[in-house]
């Protein structure tokens, strides 16, 4: 039977668990023991660390995204990521207000992963994507439709390009895109380069778009929401 305030056949506290998930979030996994020394006096390995956040933090749900403007706008690319010494490519896709929709990592970059990618985007927005802002990968032309029958898809490098769409103007740059992927890259620096494999590679996605959303919340002081998606990451 196990103690009161343990997990059964685990040796540390539930609280020194959950402190460790919840840096673990924010912190690189090599830091977060130091604090927990500091904390509880808790001697745990970052490996450790890691196998506690891969195994309670793993059903993680992201609030459903809500958007009520007239016309959504959303950008997508990919870059690569190494997984098990060996380049993959990391997809994501965010729209036109900043808001990150979901993320993949796929062994390769062909039309199946770009499928994926925005069929699962589709079900997680709940209405139709009316342009698609993409790079020259004839993937996402393909693909575009499963964001919506009438999604148009459009090619737009850095310097940006005019384009009329229902008879107004807008002026589009897949700049968005470049710029999750300079944060991803940092995110990538700064806590994995290298993934053992695919499945814990996907779970650094989520728990990227899970610091993107509670940095947002905080920003625009949702703490109720913040809260609520804290106390399901750390609550087991």
Known sequence: MAKTGYLKRYRSPIIVI???????IYLPSRIVPLFLFLLFGAKVSYKTVCDWTNKFANGIVLPEYNC??????????????KVKGEWHYWWSIKDCFGNIIHAIITPFRDYDSAK?????SRRRIGRDVDILIRDGLNAYQRSAKFLGRKCRSVIAGIKGKG???????????NNPSESLNSEID???AKFQNNFANLESANRFANLFMLRKHLKKCLFEKKL?????????AINF
Do not use: G, N, P, R
């Open 18 to 24: 959950k402190m460790a998930i919840f840096l673990h």
């Open 68 to 81: 009520a403007a007239d016309i959504l706008i959303c950008h997508v690319d990919e870059k690569y990521v």
């Open 116 to 120: 994926k990618l925005l069929q699962e």
């Open 163 to 173: 384009f009329i769409y229902k008879k107004k103007f807008y002026w589009i740059t």
């Open 186 to 188: 940092f995110y990538l």
């Open 224 to 232: 109720s929401e913040a809260s609520s998606l804290l106390t399901q």
